[in-house]
């Protein structure tokens, strides 16, 4: 077992850790506050590599593996959870799909503009009556000749909007349950294809989360991913990857408050000395730091995991779970060290608690990635 990163992987940290502190930080606070979306980020991360981290260069990307991959959306969340699930969304909602389950004339088209950061991805699965419960996803597609016409609303779209290339979740059988689900590669501009309402959001601000409306819209077969009726479980095979992903996002944003509760522990000074000379807060400190590193250990070993070829489904859920509570906990906690100033913007800790929530909520909730793990273990 060696738990040593390669040179490989600690050399792209260090250049993720780099670019994050000089281009994604300063602005973190000011973009949660405005809401502000900012493209030319996107396009720094396309010339660093970071679009594309795990895909072969023939497709757009790097040649990395899945551990960077994690590592890259670690680092950028322990600054701005924002732009760690825009990258998230696009290599693991959006791309993967298409590496795993597009033909040859997909992933040279959109894989490779995906990869190389020419185009930004997004997935669409939920709707408003259709959350947690997929199958009962009332957005179709019916075939008429070369094409399939989709009529429905998506809703709570990670990079709505914003995205070129939308992985599209329809019913081509509205019977069948499971089995009545297909996957399109839907392009920004097609007509029939609009954008509803914005989120304002408790958390995430810079990164847009919006209603994605079709409305007779035409799709060329050739844009269906993977067979008619394949949709739900290339739907699944995608989260069980993107879970992993929401679990880094969860572990950098808890490094990073984290590392402001103790740095201002050390520093703040009641009753003549350090808070951190106090037992009850440097216990807070060892709690936090404990929990990072378990959250870690799952989430580097899901990945791991992935990498190998070996079934990862479990392990990601796991990762979710775990990485996402302990989140949620340690920026409670973080705010707590800071007293009355952690509860301003002053410091950043209040953004990280807020950031913490959405991931025990999206790419299933932690109730269903419990649901999702009781299955494996009980069957
Ligand atoms: N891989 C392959 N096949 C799978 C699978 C998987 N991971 N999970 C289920 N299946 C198969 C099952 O084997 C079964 O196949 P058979 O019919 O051949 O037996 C079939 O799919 C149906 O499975 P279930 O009975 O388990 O299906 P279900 O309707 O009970 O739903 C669920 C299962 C896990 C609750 C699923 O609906 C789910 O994951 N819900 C949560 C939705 C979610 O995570 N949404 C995230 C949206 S994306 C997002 O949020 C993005 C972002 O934040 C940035
Ligand atoms: P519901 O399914 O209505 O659940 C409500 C509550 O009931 C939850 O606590 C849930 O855990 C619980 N619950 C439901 N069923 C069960 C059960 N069987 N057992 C126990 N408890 C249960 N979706 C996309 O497709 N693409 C995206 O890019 C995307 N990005 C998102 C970004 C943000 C900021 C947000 C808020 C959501 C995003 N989502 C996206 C949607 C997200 O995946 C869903 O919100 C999530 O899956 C939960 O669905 P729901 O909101 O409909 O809640």
Redesign the pocket.
Known sequence: MDFQLTDEQDMLRKMVRDFATNDVEPTAAERDEEERFDREIFHKMAELGLTGIPWPEEYGGIGADYMSYIIAVEELSRVCASTG?TLS?HVS?ASWPIYKYGNEAQKKSFLKRLASGEALG?????E?G????VVSMKTSAKEDGDHYILNGN???????GVADIYIVFAKTNLDKRHKGISAFIVEKGTSGFTFGKK?K?LG?RS?P?TELIFENCRIPKANMLGDEGEGFKIAMMTLDGGRNGIAAQALGIAQGAFEAATAYAKEREQFGKPLASNQGISFKLADMATEIEAARLLTYQAAWLESQGLPYGKASAMSKLFAGDAAMRITVEAVQVFGGYGYTKDYPVERYMRDAK?TQ????????Q??VIGKMVTK
């Open positions: 699930v969304a909602l997004a997935y669409a699965l939920s408003p259709a959350g947690s419960d998506k809703v709570w779209i990670t990079n709505g989120e959001k995430i990164s989360t959405i909520i999206y790419e299933g909730t932690n109730e269903i419990r649901l």
